[in-house]
């Protein structure tokens, strides 16, 4: 299967100009799409509704939208109330159903400077003919090491529980007429996920190894409730991998900001991971994963 992340950087290209169909555009065709910087009703651009304008370029996908933060932006129109919410998150879109999703409102430090903004996870379970599998679109902090760390933590703290915890509801219905179930099966809440998103973040930092960890004296191990970096399994990493571009003190600085990391259960599956650099879509460059989503697991992983 065919994923994306990409931080859209609200739909303003490194060219300067807002053009949301561009990034429609680039992710299209994709069967699990993780976007950043998605929002609605912002002056700068155009006050538009960017999840409900995406979904029309995007027909064919199941999509969810996880605001990070949510400000009023309610106007009055012709003497009438009109209810806006003025919102910031993720977003992340599928081929296949979206079977539930959940928002995680991340740890967040107040600054006094510079601006800091609430940062979110978007938890999407998908059944995928692998079977089940949580697909997550996050952005993590992007001021500070410590920040990020108590973000990963948290994220992590909730994966590992995430079986024994269960999905949206849980046991058998004792008031049938009530019918909570919706006459459907209890809904799966995996070990199985794969995370995607802008984090902020370089391979070797702190914050890098504290979700795959640092080099285990078996090289290339991976643990059933850990993740590994699908770049450092991938076939044929590509060569000057990055994902970001910025001047930094003068300097060019190319960055791998953006990525992708597998439960250890896909560690074996990953077939290839680029990233489509040099495009201006965005300030960030889309980040491509091909992995085996298709072959059943051999054995269950947590229901």
């Keep these: 299967m065919k994923l994306v992340s990409y931080n859209i ?49 995007l027909p064919d996908y199941h999509w ?11 106007e009055r129109r012709d ?12 977003m992340l879109l599928s081929k296949l159903p979206i079977v539930w ?10 600054t006094l400077r510079p601006l800091n903004t609430r940062n979110a996870a978007l938890e999407c379970m998908i059944r995928t003919p692998a079977g089940p599998v949580r697909v997550l679109s996050l952005h ?25 915890d269960g999905g949206p509801w849980s046991g058998a219905d004792d008031e049938p007429t009530r019918n909570w179930s919706n006459g459907e099966p209890e809904p799966e809440n995996p070990v199985a996920a794969i995370w995607l998103g802008d984090f902020n973040m370089e391979p070797g930092s702190a914050e890098y190894s504290r979700i ?4 285990p004296y078996h090289r ?33 600085a190319k960055r791998r900001l953006d990525h992708c990391v597998v439960g250890g259960m896909f560690a074996g599956r990953v077939r290839s991971v680029s ?16 992995i085996d989503l298709e072959t059943p697991l051999a054995m269950e992983r947590g229901g």
């Design 79 to 90: 003497g009438r109330l009109v209810n806006r919410r003025r919102q910031f998150g993720t």
């Design 140 to 164: 993590l902090a992007h001021i500070a090491v410590e920040e990020r760390l108590e973000q990963i933590d948290y994220l992590l703290a909730e994966h590992r529980r995430a079986p024994s």
């Design 212 to 215: 795959v960890g640092s080099t």
């Design 220 to 252: 290339g191990a991976a643990y059933l409730d850990g993740f590994v970096d699908a770049t450092a399994v991938a076939s044929e990493p590509p060569a000057d991998f990055h994902t970001h571009v910025k001047t930094i003190d003068g300097k060019v």
């Design 9 to 57: 950087q609200y739909g303003f290209g490194s060219d300067g100009r807002y053009d949301l169909s561009r990034a429609a555009r680039i992710v299209a065709g994709a069967d699990i799409i993780a976007l950043q910087e998605v929002e609605r009703h912002w002056q700068r651009s155009n006050h538009d509704d960017q999840p409900e304008l995406l979904s029309g370029l």
């Design 101 to 110: 999703s959940r928002l995680h409102a991340l740890p967040m430090r107040r």
């Design 275 to 290: 990233a489509d650099m040099g495009e201006v879509a965005s300030d960030h460059f889309p980040l491509r994963i091909d």
């Design 64 to 74: 969810v939208y996880g605001p990070a933060f949510d400000m009023d932006a309610s």
